[in-house]
C-alpha cells in the first residue's frame, strides 16, 4: 500500500519538477491512519520486519517506549557540551504529540544536534501527554544537559466545528502556548526557529544568513540574503506549497482589509511558500503565532486537508507583512523535489555520499535531513512509520548499515517491482537513506552508552526495513 501511494505521487507529477515535499508525501501515511500501522506492517512488510515487531508496534505510548530506561548513569563527558547553550539568544523548538512515535523521533532531534554542536536551546512541546508520561519524559530528560528541554501542552488535535481530529493543531497551539510560558525565551531579541519532529541535524543551523553556505532559486537573488534573522526579516525553507491559499476566502480568514488578501500569486509564491525551519525573531514569531492560532481553523473549515496548518502560515506572515526570505539549503527530504538542499548533495564526490566521514572543505551538505518519504535503493529501505517505537531502548538492535557505494546503484525494488533510476535520483536516494541510518544507529548508541547499565545494552545491527 506505501508502494502505491508512492507511485500516484509520481503519477500525478508528470513532469518530474515536484516541488514539494514532505507534505505531500505524508498525505497517505495520514489516511492510513495510526491505528492502522500495525496492521499494515504485519500485512505488508513480511517477514524482514518481525523483529522489529517484536519490540514494539505503532501504538505503544511513551510509558511503553520508555519503559525500560532507568538512567543508570550520566556522564557528562558523553555530550559534546554539557553545560548551558553556547548561544542564549537562538532556540530551536518542534511540537509532537506523546506518542512513541513522535517520543523516538525527539531523541533522534536532540541527540543529532549534540553530535554536530548546535548552539542554543532545543526545546521540544509535547502536546497531550497524561500525567505519568510526563513524569516518564521529564525522568529521562533531566539526565539530558539543560539546553535540552521539553514543554508541556494540553492536547490541541480536536476541531471545535466539525468535532474531528486534526493533528496539526498542536503546531500552532503548541508554539503559541511555549511563547506565552514562562518557558519562553527572556533574551529580548531570541531567534526562534520551529523544525519538524522529522528532521536529523547534518550541520548546526544557524541565523547568521550570509556567512552560512546558502542555496536559494529563482526569483530570489543574491541581493536578497540578509546577515542574519533579526525582527522583521524572517527566514524559511522553501516548499513547493504554492499560492493556492490566495484562491481561499481569506477575508472571511484573517478579516476585511486584512494585508494577506491583496497578495498576488507571484508575491505569495516568493515570500510565502515555506515551511519548517521558519526562523524568526522572538517578537515576530509571537504575532506569526497568535495570527497563525487565530487563523488555522477556519482555514481547516475551508481546506480540511494535511496542508491546512502551512497555509495558515502563510496567511499569518502575509497578514502580518512579513515577507520570509526564502532558501533552499535547509533541507532534503523528497529526491524528486526542486528547491531544496540537493544541489549540495548532487556535487558531493563518491567517497561521501554514504560515508560516516564528514565531507572535505568546499563540500557542503543541508542542514537537515527530513526523513518524510520512502527512501529505497536496491533492496534497502526506510519508512519513518516503519521503525518501532523502542528504537531508543537497552534491549533493540540497531540498523543494518548500507554498503558505502550504495549510490552506484541505480534500481531499487519494493518487493513487486524494479524501478530504474537516474545517476542523480540514485545518489539523492542513497545519501538519505546512509545519513538517515547512520544518524539513527548514532543517536541509538549515544542513547545506549548514556543509559543502559554496562553489558545489557543491544548493538548488534540487525534491523531491516524495506
Ligand atoms: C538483540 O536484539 C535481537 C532482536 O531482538 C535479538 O535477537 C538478539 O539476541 C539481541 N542481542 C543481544 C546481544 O541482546
Redesign the pocket.
Known sequence: MLGTGARMRKKSNPNGKIKTTCTRGLAFVAIVGFSWGLFILTRLAGPVLA?IL??GSEDRNALDTLASVRPAKNDPSMWQWNEAPEDDRLYLVFSTDCSGYQNWQSLAVFFTADAVRQPGTIVRIASGCSEAEKKEVQMLYDTFPIRFQVHFTPNFKKDAKSGKSYDFYNKPYGLQHWLDSKAAPKHKDAIVALLDPDFLFMRPLTYKVKQDRVLYSPPVTDGDLIDEVREGHPVAQYYGIGSQWTKFKVEYIAGKDSPASKVSTSDASRYYSVGAPYIAHVKDMRKIAESWANFVPRVYEEYPHLLAEMYAYSIAAAHLELPHLRLDHYMVSNTQAAGEGWPFVDRLTDKYVCSAEAPDQGQEQPVFLHYCQFYRVEHWGFHKRRVATGLFTC???LFVTPPEDLEDTHWKDNGEKKTMYSKQEAQRAAYMLCNVIRKLNGAAVKFKNLNCLAGSA???Q?IKIW
Open positions: 523483529p517484536r519490540e534491549e533493540s538492535p543491544n548493538y548488534t540487525e
